[in-house]
Structure formats: structure tokens, C-alpha cells
């Protein structure tokens, strides 16, 4: 509890800092990490028994809405919208969590992982932009599917979801990692979300 309540009056200096200046505060969240208690907790209920793996299903879509509550219910007025990234999951910094990209447990299945993301995606908009006027910024970058570069891939989890004025998708410029010569992501510009 210690760790958590240090983090979290680290946060909320920065988060002064950041509204003293005349900023947003939009801090990034990992998603799907939990902590490792709430994983034990309920591993019956989200640890899918084949891969090991948080698996995106009702209980732990009750596990987001719970962790949301909180972070808004602590920040306040000091939080303008969060900044969601999946994918690449790192933890070195957080030595009581853990957790996966909520498509994880799809596999090389592109149809799994494009049903999940529109799930999860229209989750965190009602949660955030609807319920709470607040700004979603999402960015994926899944080692498994077509974030990296697919417009066709972009668009089938991205058409399905309703448009909101503060939701908006962030992808990389380039079409794979951030290495020289890479083309340009034809995802950009694309669909019909900011």
C-alpha cells in the first residue's frame, strides 16, 4: 500500500505541475495491468486457464470500470482524459502489477482480436467520453494483427465504434517500429474518428 500511495502523490504533484502551466493532464495508462492481488483475486474469473493470459471478458471489463472509477474519483478535476496504450505491456515500473494486451489470448486469430477491440474500445468510451465527459486518446500497438500498419485491419476495429468528440486513435507514423526506412502507415488519415 505504501508503493501505491507514493505513486499516487507523485502523480497528482505532477498533475498540479502540469494545470499550473495551462496543460492537460492526460496521464497514459497500461491496459490490460492490474495488481498482481486483484489477478490472484480473481484468476478464475479473467486468467484464461489455456495461455496464462488476463483475458478480456465481463469480469474484467467490471475490473476496468472499477479501476476508472477510481483514478477519476482520486484525481478529480485534475484529470482530463487518459491516454490508453495496449500491446506492448511493460511493468519494470510497477513492481506490484501485471498484465497483457486485451487481445492476448486471440492468438494469430483476426477476427478474435478485432471482436475484442471493438469491445474493449466502445468500453472505454462510454466509460470515459460519455459517461464522464472526459478525453480518450487510444493508441494501440499489438504484436499480433494489423495496428501496425493494415488500414483495411484499422478500419474493421475502428468503423464499428461510435465517434465521440473526445475519443481519438493515435497510430505511429510509420508502418511497423520507429526504424529508418519504414513507409509511411497507411492507416493514417483514414476512417472516420479524430
Not at 82 to 108: K, M, W
Request: glycine share 6%; net charge neutral.
Amino acid at each position: 500500500m505504501a508503493w501505491v500511495m507514493a505513486a499516487r502523490a507523485q502523480a497528482k504533484r505532477t498533475a498540479s505541475e502540469t494545470k499550473k502551466a495551462g496543460l492537460l493532464w492526460i496521464p497514459f495508462v497500461d491496459m490490460i495491468v492490474f495488481p498482481k492481488a486483484v489477478i490472484e483475486r480473481f484468476a478464475a474469473q479473467i486468467v484464461d486457464p489455456n495461455s496464462g493470459k488476463i483475458q478480456w471478458n465481463d469480469a474484467c471489463r467490471k475490473i476496468v470500470q472499477a479501476m476508472l472509477n477510481e483514478t477519476v474519483s482520486v484525481y478529480g478535476d485534475l484529470l482530463d482524459g487518459i491516454l490508453v496504450r495496449t500491446g506492448e505491456t511493460y511493468v519494470f515500473d510497477t513492481p506490484y502489477h501485471a498484465g497483457n494486451s486485451p487481445t492476448s489470448t486471440c492468438g494469430q486469430n483476426t477476427s478474435c482480436q478485432q471482436a475484442v477491440w471493438v469491445d474493449f474500445i466502445t468500453e472505454l468510451r462510454q466509460q470515459m467520453c460519455v459517461d464522464r465527459a472526459s478525453r480518450v486518446f487510444f493508441r494501440a500497438w499489438d504484436s499480433f494483427g494489423g495496428w501496425s500498419g493494415d488500414p483495411q485491419y484499422y478500419l474493421n476495429v475502428t468503423n464499428p465504434v461510435e465517434p465521440h468528440d473526445l475519443l481519438y486513435f493515435s497510430v505511429k507514423h510509420t508502418a511497423g517500429d520507429f526504424f529508418q526506412f519504414m513507409a509511411w502507415n497507411q492507416q493514417l488519415a483514414v476512417g472516420k474518428h479524430a
